[in-house]
């Protein structure tokens, strides 16, 4: 039994799977944006008349939840790169195996008196 290059095997790859991801990625990070958006303009008439203990725990707690917001929505657009990133690369490496193996086969050719090829 003979060893198969390593470029015989197909790379799998969806053109419309990666940009559904990078769709849906993108929205939910425009949705969260606009969420935080709203969220830091309302802040002012949210605790306008608003006195206590859940005040000062709003006022504590809601730095730290616009900061991870803004981080979330960096992760979503990062990750929306990383799927298109990858497809590329598939993509990529699916046309360098195909350029091997019809190499390959060309070089498998035996050319034989008489103009004809033999595998």
């Not at 425009?30 to 725990?57: F, M, Q």
């Not at 298109?84 to 193996?101: I, K, T």
């Amino acid at each position: 039994m003979t060893d198969r290059p390593w470029y015989v095997e197909g790379v799998v790859y969806d053109h419309d799977t990666a940009d559904d991801a990078v769709h849906g990625l993108a929205h939910a990070a425009i949705g969260l944006s606009d969420a935080l958006a709203l969220l830091e303009a309302d802040i002012p008439v949210v605790v306008e008349d608003w006195e206590g203990k859940a005040r000062l725990v709003f006022d504590e707690q809601v730095p730290g939840v616009l900061e991870a917001g803004h981080q979330l929505v960096a992760a979503l657009l990062t990750a929306g790169s990383s799927v298109m990133a990858s497809y590329e690369s598939a993509y990529q490496e699916a046309q360098l195996r195909e350029e091997l193996r019809a190499a390959s086969e060309a070089s498998d050719r035996v050319p034989v008196p008489g103009g004809r090829t033999v595998a």
